[in-house]
């Protein structure tokens, strides 16, 4: 039943299908062309735009530019938020637990965890500075090599 009803709902997307031109040809030896052609709609988003010539050699430019990027592992810095992340909760736990700063894990929660975060922090922070850098760096080189439309259809 329910197939049944999908079908009563179907609506096709397209609504006219033009009628081609046809055009029939025969040559010396008597062998028939048969040519059809279709007008063509081009979508309005399409209406205004124009092709650009690009070099082979910027392509080749953009893609080596591209491909050092492309195979980049997972990062180191997002490992050290991971860390930084779990050993802050530890010692927040710690806080609210009744945790001695006197016991070995008390001094281990509330000494050394507080230190190591502030340096997987700011190692962190300048591993996650460096590679936003880098990606500026990557996406100016790129829109260096590109053409312009906007500067092309003046």
């Not at 988003?45 to 050699?57: K, L, T, Y």
């Not at 430019?61 to 938020?81: M, N, Q, S, V």
Request: aromatic letters at 10%; proline letters at 5%; one cysteine or more.
């Amino acid at each position: 039943m329910d197939k049944q009803e999908e079908k009563k709902e179907f609506k096709p997307a397209v609504m006219y299908f033009p009628t081609p031109d046809v055009k029939v040809e025969t040559s010396k030896e008597d062998n028939i062309t048969t040519t059809r052609q279709y007008s063509v709609v081009v979508p309005k988003s399409e209406r205004d735009d124009f092709m650009i010539q690009v070099r082979a050699s910027q392509i080749n430019e953009i893609r080596e530019t591209c491909d050092g990027i492309k195979d980049e592992k997972f990062p180191i810095a997002e490992i050290t938020l991971f860390v930084t992340s779990a050993l802050i909760g530890s010692t927040i736990s710690a806080l609210f637990s009744e945790l001695k700063i006197t016991d070995n894990w008390g001094k281990i929660n509330f000494i050394f965890f507080p230190i190591i975060c502030a340096v997987l922090g700011t190692v962190y922070f300048f591993k996650r500075k460096d590679n936003i850098k880098n990606l500026h760096e990557i996406a100016q080189q790129v829109l260096k090599k590109l053409p312009n439309p906007n500067e092309e259809k003046k």
